[in-house]
C-alpha cells in the first residue's frame, strides 16, 4: 500500500464521527467508539435541554447515562487513536504536533527515532545523527516515513502520561488498580500493589477477548439469520400485497367488465325500444295520411259538384256521394299513437362487496386438527377445529380473519355450517351431514385456500344403538308380567305399554318413567291415533283411524310369524319376528324389508314395537325389559328399484 493511501485510511479512522473531523482530545466510550470531548459535551447539553438523562453513540446508537457536570473527561482515550493523531499532526505540521523530547526549546519534532524512542527537533536531529552514540540509531524524517515506518510508530510502546514520567514505557500492569503502570508508577504510587509484567496481563486478558469475541461472532451469525429470515418475511410479504393487488385490479377489472357488457346489453335494448316505437308511429302516421287522404278527396270532390251546381250532375252523383260521405264518416278512425314510458330502474348500483384483510396469519401454515379428517356418521353433529399460525408456525389470533368454509355433499349440494370463534385462534366448525357417501371439505383463511384443502371426507350410515330400558319383573307400578303391546303418542310423547298377565296398561313419560295406569288393551299408536286390528274369521288385518273407520284390510296369509304391527310416519310398517327375534321394517305393501335389527345379548322374542321420533320401543315379555333403539330407515322405497327386495 502506498504511504499517501495509508495516511489517508489513517486519517478516516482518526475522524470523529460528530464534526468530521480528526478528533480533539479524543474519548471512548463504551462502546468502544470514540469522539471528540468537545462534541460529546454538546450532544449531552442538547440531550439535557430535552429533559433526556443519555445519549447515544452516533454509529451504533448505545445508550450512555450523562455524567454528572454533562463532561465525559473522565471517559478514557484509546493509546491507538492518540498515537493515530500525534503521527496525524507531525505530518500535517499542525500546532498540535508532538514537540521536541531532547531540547528545552519546546520545537515541533520533525523525525523520530526508533531506537531511542524520542521525537526530535531538526536542530536535535542533526546533533542525534553527528553524535558517536546515537549516529546508527535508526531515525526517520517523518515527512519521509514509509509504510512499515508508520507501522513500527503506531505500534510503539506506550509512555506514562504521569508527569515526569513521560519516557517510561508502560510494561507493568497493577492488579488492584487495574491500570498499566511504568517502572517509575510501581515504585512511587503502587508499592505495596500486586503487579506483572504487561504483556502476560494482555496476553490473558487476549484470550477472554477471543472468548466473548467467538460468542458475539455467533451472535451474529444467529443476527444474521434471523435478518435474512425477516428479509425473506419482507419478501413474501410484499409478494403477498401484489398478489392481493393484482387480485383486487383483476375483480374491479371483471366488473367493468360486466359494467361494460350490462351497458353494451342495455344500449341494444333501448335501441330496439325505440326502433320498434319508431316503426309502430310511423305506421299510425301511414294510417292518418291515408284517411286525411280519402276525407280530402271526397270534400274535393264535393265541393266540385256544389259549385258547378249542374243538375244533372248532381243528381247523378247525389246517392253515391252521400253513401261514401257516410261510410267515411263511420269508418273506424286510426288510434292515436300513445307510446309507452321508458324508464331506467336501478334497483341496485354494481358494487364490490371487497376487503383488504391485514393480519399476521399465514394461511399456507394454519392447520385442520385431525378430527376434521375422521370417518363420521350420517345424521350425528360432526365437528373439526381450525388453528390459525403465525409465520413462525405459532398460534395467533385476529380478528379480522376471515374464515370460510364449504361442504359439498356427493350431489353437489352445500352442506350447512356454524363457525365458532373462540377468539384464540381456534374456530370450532360444526356441520350434520345427511347422507352417506364422500363429502368434499373447502376451507379458506383470506381467501387463501388452506394447504392440503380440500379434503374429502367418507359419510358412513348411521347404525342403530342401544340407549336404555326401563321396568323389571312384578306387580308394582313400573313393573311386567309380560309386557305385550307397546305404543307412544305423537302428541304427549307418553309411553303405553300392555301388561299382560297384570292386566293392565301402564303409562311411562318418554325416557321411561312411571306416570300412571289405564285400563286393560287401552293402547294407541302412529301419528293420527290409528288402531290395528286382528280379525281371525277372515285372516285380514285392518288399518282403521282414530274414529273406528276403515282405512284399508291387509291379507294376514302374506306373513306368518309377526306379533306386532305399527304403522310409522312416513307410511312404513313395522313388526316384531318372533321366529328370528328381529324389529323390521316393510314398505307400506309388505313386500320388501327396508331394514330390520335386533337387541344385543338377549334372546327373548321381541313382542311390542313402536317409533317415535325416530326412535324404536321394542317390549320383551320373557325379559322383562323395554328395550329402545334409536336410528333412521336407511333405504327408502323409492330406492328399491336398485336393489333386489326382501319379500316376505
Known sequence: MEVQQMFENLRKEAECALCLET????????????????CLEKRAGFARKQLQTKV??????????????????????????????????LRDRSVRAQKCSDCDENNIASSYCFVCQNFLCTACFEAHQRLKITRGHRSVVIEKLQAPDVQEFINRPIMCSMQYHENQPLEFYCFECKIPICLKCSVVSHNRHAMTDTRKVAELQKMQMKDALEKVEALTVIYEREIKKQTEVIEKSRNEVMTAEKKMIGAVEECIHQLQKHESTMKVRFAEI???????????????????????????RGEGIVQRKISAEILQTHQAFIEHCEELLKARKPDIYKPSHVHYMVEQKGSILDRIVVSNTDPSLTLLEEEGQKEKTEKAEATFTIVTRDSAALQCYNEDDQIKVSISTPTGDQLQTEIKDTKNGKYTVTYTPQCVGQHRV??????????GSPWFVQVIPRPYQFLFQFGSKGKEQGQFNRPFFITVSDKTSRIAVVDFDNKRTQIFSFDGKFLGERPFFFVFTGSN???????????????????????????????????????GTDGHLITCEKDDKTIKVLTSDWKHVLNSFSAPDCDAKPWCVVLHHKKFFVSYPKANRVMVFDGIILISAAALSHRKGCPL
Open 274 to 300: 325505440y326502433e320498434a316505437q319508431q316503426k309502430y308511429c310511423k305506421t299510425r302516421l301511414e294510417n292518418f295520411d291515408l284517411f286525411l287522404t280519402q276525407l280530402n278527396s271526397c270534400v274535393e
Open 23 to 38: 478528533v480533539n482530545n479524543p474519548k471512548t466510550l463504551p462502546c468502544l467508539h470514540s469522539f471528540c470531548l468537545e
Open 442 to 451: 373447502e376451507i379458506q383463511v383470506n381467501g387463501q385456500p388452506l394447504t
Open 56 to 89: 447515544k453513540c452516533p454509529v451504533c446508537q448505545t445508550s450512555l447515562e450523562i455524567p454528572e457536570g454533562d463532561t465525559f473527561n473522565n471517559l478514557p482515550s484509546s493509546f491507538r487513536l492518540k498515537k493515530l493523531v500525534e503521527l496525524l499532526a
Open 529 to 567: 291415533g290409528e288402531f290395528f286390528f286382528l280379525n281371525d274369521d277372515n285372516n285380514q288385518i285392518s288399518l282403521c283411524a282414530e274414529d273406528g273407520k276403515l282405512i284399508r284390510n291387509i291379507d294376514r296369509r302374506l306373513f306368518k310369524t309377526f306379533t306386532y304391527i305399527v304403522c
